[in-house]
């Protein structure tokens, strides 16, 4: 994550490992129902860990409200993220006529490719169309979408809805296509 932020050190790192500071808000999940949360495919996947599933939602409502990065942009990131993972159930038409949206898609390929390969031209783009709040909130999107998204491909796994048709998929982690 330092990396795609312009942080990563000049020199050898030192080995002291500093701890995360908490987050000072947590969401309160010990008391979620036990009907499902929500019908987000991701939500769906996240099932068997209701507190992850929960959070993800947390996490998707926080980035749908944030104020930096238009949802058009956001949404054609989140889609070409999916896409590369080869996620067509994830995948949306995105107009990318716009700059920034053009912007978000580039620095999501790459990042998907090869985080180290997203440039400062690249991330300058984006913060010269949308400010540097544009930038931290696509980079801190893309590690948890990039992340989500190759937990599903590797999985094999599609939203409920979708697994009749296709009935190799599906798969979690406790699941296996031996019978």
């Given at each position: 994550m330092l990396i795609v932020?312009?942080?990563?050190?000049?020199?050898?790192?030192?080995?002291?490992?500093q701890t995360t500071p908490a987050i000072?808000?947590?969401?309160?999940?010990?008391?979620?129902?036990?009907?499902?949360?929500?019908?987000?495919?991701?939500?769906?996947?996240?099932?068997?860990n209701r507190r992850l599933a929960a959070l993800w939602e947390h996490m998707a409502a926080a980035l749908d409200s944030q104020p930096w990065l238009p949802s058009a942009a956001l949404e054609a990131a989140r889609s070409r993220t999916a896409t590369m993972h080869g996620l067509s159930w994830a995948a949306t038409p995105v107009p990318i006529g716009d700059p920034l949206v053009q912007a978000c898609v580039a620095v999501a390929e790459m990042f998907v490719a090869d985080v180290h390969a997203v440039t400062d031209d690249m991330a300058a783009r984006v913060v010269d169309l949308a400010g540097p709040e544009a930038f931290t909130t696509l980079a801190a999107a893309l590690a948890i979408w990039e992340g989500i998204y190759r937990l599903a491909a590797t999985w094999g796994w599609e939203p409920p809805d979708r697994r009749a048709s296709h009935p190799a998929h599906g798969l979690g982690p406790t699941t296996s296509p031996v019978t």
């Open positions: 932020l312009g942080l990563e050190p000049d020199g050898p790192m030192d080995t002291l490992v000072p808000k947590r969401v309160d999940t010990s008391a979620l129902p036990d009907a499902p949360i929500g019908d987000a495919p991701e939500v769906a996947m996240l099932a068997g």
